[in-house]
């Protein structure tokens, strides 16, 4: 039958609907590991796999609030689609990298005063073809995702050290 991305992937609606607009990555921000593999955009915002960590959905954003541009929203693609359901988009999942409890509830409250019937319908369609719930506590399953992750194995451009100033240890380390 396939997996939830698999099915997802299959799935005739307007994903973007979801704030996960198809895409391939042809003009990639500083930010974006050089091995992502998308799932879909936000404007700038890249979701994606990072094969070094399976499963796990990322967002990439290069505006980002946060102290670093790259960080994990799920631990699996089930769990992500999950989170957007029961946010409305994807848009309040990335953003609880630098929220507070109080501030996602303030956000997603105005988030769903706002969401479209079309987003709506696209959100309800998704949740009964995969047959997946929203996630209870979206918040803090991505605060505890998120909490002491190593991000270590991210493999970022010359470019993201250039423009960041980040000393690219990678580069300097003897080759295994």
């Known amino acids: 039958m396939g997996t939830v991305y698999e099915k997802y992937m299959a799935l005739s609606i307007d994903k973007g609907l979801l704030g996960l607009e198809p895409g391939v990555i042809t003009t990639p921000y500083f930010c974006y590991p050089v091995n992502a593999e998308s799932i879909g955009f936000e404007g700038c915002i890249l979701y994606c796999f990072l094969p070094e960590y ?9 505006e980002s609030c946060a102290d670093r541009n790259v960080y994990p929203l799920a631990a699996n693609f089930e769990d992500f689609i999950r989170l957007v359901l029961a946010c409305g988009t994807a848009n309040p999942v990335e953003q609880i ?3 507070n409890r109080e501030q996602f509830d303030e956000h997603i409250a105005k988030e769903k005063m706002i969401l479209t019937q079309e987003q709506e319908a696209a959100g309800n369609l998704l949740q009964q073809r995969l047959g997946l719930l929203p996630m209870e506590n979206p918040f ?20 993201y050290y250039d423009v960041t100033g980040i000393v690219n240890l990678k580069g300097c380390l003897p080759p295994d």
Do not use: H, L, T
């Open 97 to 99: 990298v630098w929220m």
């Open 140 to 159: 803090e399953y991505v605060k505890s995702v998120q909490k002491g992750f190593d991000d270590s194995r991210i493999q970022y451009s010359d470019e």
């Open 54 to 62: 399976g499963e796990m959905v990322f967002a990439c954003n290069p």
